[in-house]
């Protein structure tokens, strides 16, 4: 079974930048579109960005479209999130999963708190 394993996350100030790595246990290469979640405080799980098998389409949600940029290296079988100008309403753990989500592999996240 695959396993995702996100880290990257942390404490930026406002305006800053930050990049997201989402690492596959096993490949991941050209086998399911994936996507990058997360969920703040008292909010539901809410979709950030999606890429497809080989990368040749991607969604945004519109609070970070311009701003935040998904990839995938499937040679490495990771999947990135690369946050640019950071806002505190983006303040939230992240996740990666499949496209659509498989309530399965569900990791623990990594925080991205950003500060005003």
């Known amino acids: 079974q695959v396993q995702l394993v996100e880290s990257g996350g942390g404490l930026v100030q406002a305006g800053g930048s930050l990049r997201l790595s989402c690492a596959a246990s096993t490949t991941i290469s050209g086998f399911k579109p994936m996507g990058w979640y997360r969920q703040a405080p008292g909010n539901q799980r809410e979709l950030v960005a999606t890429i497809s098998s080989y990368g040749s389409k991607r969604n945004y949600a519109d609070s970070v479209k311009g701003r935040f940029t998904i990839s995938r290296d499937n040679a490495k079988n990771t999947v990135n999130l690369q946050m640019n100008s950071l806002k505190p309403e983006d303040t939230a753990v992240y996740y990666c999963?499949?496209?659509?989500?498989?309530?399965?592999?569900w990791g623990q996240g990594t925080q991205v708190t950003v500060s005003s």
């Open positions: 999963n499949f496209d659509p989500p498989n309530t399965g592999y």
